[in-house]
């Protein structure tokens, strides 16, 4: 039994949907931080709502 839970654990997770940047600027979840993902954000990579939440957070967290 205990190996078999080993084998669940170390299987990959499903992966995470990733949105470009333009979608995000589209998205209503990110209606009034547009300006602050456009600044963050980067044109030709993807994101996951995680990674732009995590970035979000850093930058408004960032020490002047």
Known sequence: MAARIKETASEPKETERK????????????RHQQDLLSAL????????????????KDFLEKEM
Request: glycine share 4%.
């Open 19 to 30: 949105f470009s940047k333009a979608q995000l600027l589209k998205a209503e979840q990110y």
């Open 41 to 56: 954000l980067e044109d030709r990579k993807t994101y996951s709502i995680e990674e732009v939440g995590k970035r979000i």
